[in-house]
């Protein structure tokens, strides 16, 4: 994992790292793919088809996938509830956004 240099002028309390990995947002009875830019333990910036955009302080629940090369032990998936903070429009079929991380369970498919 490195720094993101797009957030690191920036005043935050929690360090984001640059991490690309799949994320997928439940929306109704279906998981919309998408694919995280950063992650923080309070937040994420992620992208995803424009057509599946959310709203802004729209409640949002989803899940990251994180491989062993980034965990150092299994793979493991981080399920998380939160909030929709804006959205960006990143091309005419992209959107970019940035969601508040309110609480998280992290799951392991290796005996511990």
């Not at 009875?29 to 333990?41: D, E, G, I, K, Q």
């Not at 088809?49 to 491989?67: C, G, K, R, T």
């Not at 929709?84 to 940035?98: H, K």
Request: glycine residues 4%.
């Amino acid at each position: 994992m490195k720094r993101d240099p797009a957030t690191e002028n920036e005043r935050r309390n929690q360090e984001r790292f640059e991490i690309r990995v799949p994320l997928y947002l439940r929306m109704g009875t279906s998981n919309v793919p998408a694919l995280t830019r950063n992650l923080s333990n309070h937040g994420v910036y992620f992208y995803l088809a424009a057509s599946e955009s959310p709203q802004v302080d729209q409640e949002l629940d989803f899940e990251i996938e994180l491989p062993p090369e980034m965990t150092w032990t299994h793979n493991s998936v981080i399920h998380c509830r939160g909030r929709a903070l804006r959205t960006e429009t990143v091309s005419s079929d992209e959107t970019g956004v940035a969601a508040a991380i309110s609480n998280y369970s992290i799951f392991s498919d290796g005996n511990e």
